[in-house]
C-alpha cells in the first residue's frame, strides 16, 4: 500500500498563498509522476498540476502563472505552491500517483492521498 501523505491546507483570504506539501515513499517518488487534484463540494475531482520524474511540469490552463509544482528531492515530497488565491479555489487538495507521463486524467492514478482542506474567503 503506497501512502501519501498531504499538508499545508488552511484558510486564507483572496490574493493570500498556501504551500502543499505531499510526502511520498521513496520508490513511488523515484519512479512515478506526481500529481496534484482538487475537488469542490459537488463537483468532480478536478486536475491542477502535475510533475513528471524527470522534474517535467503540467499545469490546468486555468491554474497556469498562479500555482507552481516542485519536486524536493532531498526529502521526497511535492509542494503546490498557489499563489494569489480566489474563493474559487476552495476544495480538498489530493496528491497522487501514476506511472502515466503528464497524466490529467484522476482515473490514470492508482494512489491517493487523503486530502488537505484549502479554503478561500472573500
Known amino acids: 500500500q503506497v501512502q501519501l501523505v498531504e499538508s499545508g491546507g488552511g484558510l486564507v483570504q483572496a490574493g493570500g498563498s498556501l504551500r502543499l506539501s505531499c510526502v511520498v515513499p521513496?520508490?513511488?517518488?523515484?519512479?512515478?509522476?506526481m500529481g496534484w487534484f482538487r475537488q469542490a463540494p459537488g463537483k468532480a475531482r478536478e486536475f491542477a498540476a502535475a510533475?513528471?520524474?524527470?522534474?517535467?511540469?503540467y499545469y490546468a490552463e486555468i491554474l497556469k502563472g498562479r500555482f507552481t509544482i516542485s519536486r524536493d528531492n532531498a526529502k521526497n515530497t511535492v509542494v503546490l505552491q498557489m499563489n494569489s488565491l480566489k474563493p474559487e479555489d476552495t476544495a480538498v487538495y489530493y496528491c497522487?500517483?501514476?506511472?502515466?507521463?503528464?497524466?490529467?486524467?484522476?482515473?490514470?492514478?492508482?494512489?491517493w492521498g487523503q486530502g488537505t482542506q484549502v479554503t478561500v474567503s472573500s
Open positions: 497522487a500517483a501514476s506511472r502515466v507521463f503528464g497524466a490529467t486524467n484522476p482515473t490514470q492514478y492508482p494512489y
Open positions: 521513496e520508490y513511488t517518488f523515484n519512479n512515478y509522476n
Open positions: 510533475i513528471n520524474w524527470n522534474g517535467a511540469t
